[in-house]
């Protein structure tokens, strides 16, 4: 089993729509969760953090469940500059000591007009 | 956030041979991160690069096959080692956060086409 599960998509959903992602992950030692999104050709880059009790961020919410190993992100009101891969990101403390990012394969989106 | 720049952006290279990839910071950051993005495939982390220590490498990786260097605070390298289509890849390099050790900024990335 991936440490990070994400439904590749494609996702594509006219312009104005709500679009809900999906991710779980397997390592209950995770300590933070993130939504990174990434354009074509283009590095990841950090689009919002995910708290338990549940974050805005503008047109975006993103939702944790601990228990249930379980993140989400709403985008509202889909714009066509939404247009990307949605990569789902959990962040676990090694035996090391050190920090690790672990990456979902990532949810592509297409926002048509 | 920092700025983070990679060179070369791109490069083709022969089966067999080596590359150098460079990651640039403009402030100085503790821990360097290097991952291998393969095509449609989500981010790996290579290893883990300390000033002044051995980098810490994951699972699948090697210091002989990618071996890593940290000379300073603002600056890493990363070579691929007699390479093969199979390092065909993007690699890229990210430095965390300040304050926020948990998040991490990502250079541009190197596309690596190996033939």
């Known amino acids: 089993r991936k440490e990070v599960e994400q439904d590749p998509g494609p996702f594509n959903v006219p312009e104005g729509a709500t679009v809900a992602f999906n991710c779980t992950y397997s390592?209950?030692?995770?300590?933070?969760f993130f939504w990174y999104r990434q354009d074509c050709r283009k590095e990841p880059k950090l689009l919002m953090s995910?708290?338990?009790s549940g974050n805005e961020d503008g047109r975006f919410t993103a939702q944790l469940n601990r228990a249930s190993q379980y993140i989400s992100l709403l985008i509202r009101d889909s714009k066509l500059s939404d247009s990307a891969t949605y990569l789902c990101?959990?962040?676990?403390?090694?035996?090391?000591?050190?920090?690790?990012?672990?990456f979902g394969t990532g949810t592509r989106l297409l926002v048509s007009p | 956030s920092a700025v983070i720049s990679q060179k070369p952006s791109r490069d083709i290279c022969q089966r067999g041979t080596s590359l150098t990839i460079q990651c640039q910071v403009d402030?100085?950051?503790?821990?360097m991160f290097w991952y291998r993005q393969q095509p449609g495939q989500s981010l790996t982390l290579i290893a883990t690069?300390?000033?002044?220590?051995?980098?810490?490498?994951e699972s699948g990786f090697v210091i002989d096959k990618f071996p890593i260097s940290r000379p300073n605070l603002t600056f890493s390298t990363l070579t691929v080692s007699n390479m093969s289509p199979e390092d065909s890849s993007i690699y890229l390099c990210?430095?965390?956060?300040?304050?926020?050790?948990?998040?991490?900024?990502f250079g541009p990335g190197t596309r690596l086409t190996v033939l």
């Open positions: 990210s430095v965390e956060r300040p304050g926020r050790g948990d998040e991490q900024f």
């Open positions: 390592n209950s030692a995770s300590q933070s």
């Open positions: 995910v708290y338990s």
């Open positions: 990101v959990v962040n676990t403390l090694m035996n090391t000591g050190f920090q690790k990012l672990v």
């Open positions: 402030s100085q950051v503790t821990m």
């Open positions: 690069a300390n000033q002044g220590s051995e980098a810490t490498y």
